[in-house]
């Protein structure tokens, strides 16, 4: 039955593909390329979902990745003045997030401060809202890197139509490779990016390069489901229900099958905690979110 | 362990066609179901309404392949699988030929509509490489239909050739935009359409012969009120 064949997808060695250039083989959703065409791939994949990028998210997920960017926001409890690196932050979610945060926790400090100034002059106080008025973020920055031209496009886009103009910063950059000096930033983000990087291991070692010691790395992703029944609900959902939301939402089938195929090919929780160790992160550590169909990754430089 | 089931693993797909997307039934379930929806809201979508073509076609185009396969020049074609294209069509041939020829109509209609034959959509879901060509011919025959039906490409004339392709094809598409094609014109145009234009198209429809049983490329200089006749369209209102 066909339909058992798209179902039950096994993990494949990985075989020489016959005339291909020379390269390391690696994998494309289930298809076998090489480490060039894997990049040139997944770029066209993301040109090309742009666009709809978060009204298939919506649909996908039925809103619930919304849930997830928050849990991972809430377990970052960004303070004031927190430099946050965002990679592979295309239409800029995780960015947006950060900015709300810090203001709304910019702005109780500063409610608090408020009350304990019964006593000053009035001419005091205005000096006081003033000073205040222009660091609502409190110095917070939040920046925003990405490899794809066309995200970074829609995440401008986004935040001008939303109101986002302090605080943020958009640069072109590849994961593996960022340009930005070492020991710069406070909390380094990749929210379901890292799954598109071609060599993790590089983007680990970029992330923390570039973090202050104390600096924390956070990653959100799909993950693997242990639980065999949630799995199998969780297989058909993807194969079945998630190439044709592309092809109905996007017209495009292809990228969406990318997608799924993606999600399968990736390190399970405990694989991908090594490699963060590996990279010279401590006390890691991961959640696993709606029963591991996502995960949040967590690393300290020391 | 042959070489061809190596090939298949490797590719994971059982590609029939170049462009063919195997899918389950459920998947095609989903499919026309979503296709659908997104068509009647989004008409400009014109890849949905492809689509609900190929994941509904199921059973008209078996029908129709037959019909191509009993009949000389429908037989001819399917041996030949000739292409309506930019490219395959000599367009300066065709611009010479004298007023009311078939060629010349053709263009006339291109050009006074400003479309072209090659932004129809290959075929991705059906799972049969003729049937794929069957649902080709007849993406790239429907310019042919609006020149021989005398029909613009606004809404009202696609309703229309609607109408009467869902009489020829049986198509469930055809009969889908027939039928839901009219809730989005005004009450004035809704009424030549009934009073006139569908029941018109009907007849012609049901009177002509298959109008896939006609080899185009090689009736460019017939008239086309000659060729009207000889497939049994009654003259446009």
Known sequence: ??????????????????????????????????????????????????????????????GIH?????????????????????????TGDIAFRFINYVRSVRERQLQRKLKHHQNLSWQEIFESYQKDKFNSLGDSQAVVCDINREMLKVGKQKAQHLGYSEGLSWVLGNAEELPFDNDKFDVYTIAFGIRNVTRIDLALQEAYRVLKPGGRFLCLEFSHVSN??????????????????????????KSYQYLVESIRRFPPQEE??????????????????????????????? | RGGEEEEEEEEGWHQLYPGHIPTSPLQKALLAAGSAVMALYDPYRHDMVAVLGETTGCLALPNLRDKMKNHPEGYHILQERPRIRLSTLDMARLQGLPDGSLGREYIR????????????????FVDDEELAYVIQRYREVHDLMHTLLGMPTNMLGEVVVKWFEAVQTGLPMCVLGAAFGPLRLSTRKLQVLATELVPWAIRSGLNASCVLNVYYEQRWEQPVESLREELGIFPPP
């Not at chain 1, 919304?66 to 295309?90: E, F």
């Open chain 2, 109 to 124: 209609f291109l050009e006074d509509n400003k479309v072209s034959p090659d932004t129809r959509m290959p075929p991705k």
């Open chain 1, 66 to 90: 919304r849930v997830w960017k928050d849990i991972l926001m809430h377990k970052m409890n960004p303070s004031p003045g927190t430099l946050l690196l965002d990679v592979a932050g295309g």
């Open chain 1, 1 to 62: 039955c066909r339909c058992r064949a798209l179902l039950s997808r096994p993990a494949r060695r990985l075989r020489a593909r016959r005339g291909l250039a020379a390269g390391p083989e690696m994998h494309f959703g289930f298809q076998t390329v090489t480490e060039e065409e894997r990049r040139e791939k997944i770029y066209q994949v993301f040109e090309s979902v742009a666009k709809k990028y978060d009204v298939m998210n919506d649909s996908m997920t039925l």
């Open chain 1, 228 to 253: 065999p029944l949630l799995s199998r609900l969780y297989d058909l959902y993807s194969f079945q229900v998630i190439p044709v939301l592309g092809e109905v939402i996007a017209g495009d089938w």
């Open chain 1, 272 to 302: 991908l905690k090594t490699m963060i160790e590996d990279a010279g992160f401590f006390k890691v550590d991961y959640e696993n979110l709606n029963f591991g169909i996502v995960a949040i990754h967590s690393g300290f430089k020391l």
